[in-house]
């Protein structure tokens, strides 16, 4: 493109909801800010109301598979806090920063995705795929050591009758507070490592398959088009935005991608990363599914697909920040306040409220 320059696990899949099966819409890309600190902002889509809640998970908390008991997955003690997101009001993490300022978000990768079957022999390092995003993080500081480390479990085939008796189809996004990033997808041949300078993330087909569908749009610029002299006959644009006449506008997750890319590069970088939360929060605003925009037919009944939540995570200062569907005010969680105030307890701080509207009538 032509632009400037106890048990913890994850469900990120979709559920089933009165034969319904829903969409998997999620964006991620990041910003770095002049003072060298990186924003991660991501959102989250999703057919019902998933009522996310944060999750604070001390270092040295004891932690198991979430698969079946008598398959005897893999057992570990955190090594570092964690502050994520979960699922359904569950113990679980599905997107979320650890003490060292990396983040971990896992999205959906439908038709690729593939895990072996658990096998007696390895499956002390077995784990169920929902299991991922927690083990990074508790066990990780940086990107760099995620790539030495990654392999060296197994996911493996973990069935949820809330997606129709399928193993949760993810891919993970990896990024640590250097803007190192990186993409790992379990596929049929094993985990595959993708460097990911872009810092970008959506949804299938693959990650190299994104990355290659660019070359269809290195036309788009941030730069408006200048007029041109046709036959003597001076073209003008109609108004602003005539460098990104092209760019796909639709939620698949090939046009998200494209889109992505493109808001981020073309992103105005501010001083601090602090200035840059705020800003990762309106670009993500570009990616925002309205309820209704997206609907799935079956039968007689519809499936809407809509943004459920949008979280963005200063890697620099360990902040978390996130908005809801129901209440687009922006919380934050203060990673290091929140991991004392713990006290080696896995905590749970309740995300539910009601959108505050102020009546500014008379604030003359």
Not at 159 to 174: T, W
Not at 242 to 265: H, K
Not at 305 to 322: E, G, H, I, M
Not at 346 to 361: A, C, G, W
């Amino acid at each position: 493109m032509n632009l400037k320059k106890s048990t913890i696990g994850l469900i990120a899949a979709a559920v089933t909801v009165a034969g319904i099966s829903t969409a998997s819409a999620c964006t991620a890309l990041h910003l770095t800010a002049k003072d060298k600190g990186v924003v991660v902002g991501r959102t989250m889509e999703f057919g019902l109301d998933v009522k996310p809640d944060a999750v604070i998970v001390p270092a040295g908390t004891e932690l198991v598979s979430s698969l079946p008991k008598e398959a005897n997955g893999i057992k570990y003690t955190t090594k570092y806090g964690v502050v994520g997101l979960n699922f359904m009001g569950k113990h679980m993490v599905v997107d979320g920063m650890n003490e060292k300022g990396m983040y971990v978000g896992a999205l959906y990768l439908p038709g690729y995705a593939s895990y072996p079957k658990v096998e007696a022999e390895t499956s002390s390092k077995s784990m169920a795929p929902e299991d991922y995003v927690a083990w990074l993080l508790a066990n990780f500081s940086s990107v760099e050591e995620v790539k030495a480390n990654y392999n060296k479990v197994i996911l493996v085939q973990n069935p949820q009758k809330e997606i129709g008796g399928e193993s949760f189809p993810g891919h993970f996004l990896i990024t640590d507070k250097t803007g190192a990033s990186i993409v790992v997808e379990p596929l049929k041949d094993g985990l595959k490592l993708y460097e990911n300078p872009l810092g970008v993330l959506t949804n299938s087909p693959t990650f190299d398959w994104h990355i290659i569908n660019l070359s269809n749009y290195v036309n788009l610029s941030a730069i408006n088009v200048p007029k041109i002299d046709l036959k003597s006959k001076k073209i003008n644009s109609f108004g602003q935005g005539s460098g990104l006449v092209g760019i796909p506008g639709d939620y698949t997750p090939p046009s998200r991608f494209v889109r992505a890319v493109a808001f981020a590069d073309s992103a105005i970088q501010l001083d601090t990363a602090k200035e840059t939360m705020p800003q990762v929060f309106h670009i993500m605003n570009a990616f925002d599914i309205p309820l209704g925009s997206i609907q799935e037919k079956d039968g007689d009944k519809i499936h809407y697909d809509y943004t459920q939540w949008t979280s963005v995570a200063d890697l620099k200062n360990l902040d978390y920040a996130v908005k809801t569907y129901k209440d687009q005010s922006i919380r934050n969680i203060d990673v290091k306040k929140a991991l004392e105030a713990a006290k080696g307890e896995i905590k749970v701080i309740k995300l539910e409220s009601k959108q505050k509207i102020d009546d500014i009538s008379t604030n003359f």
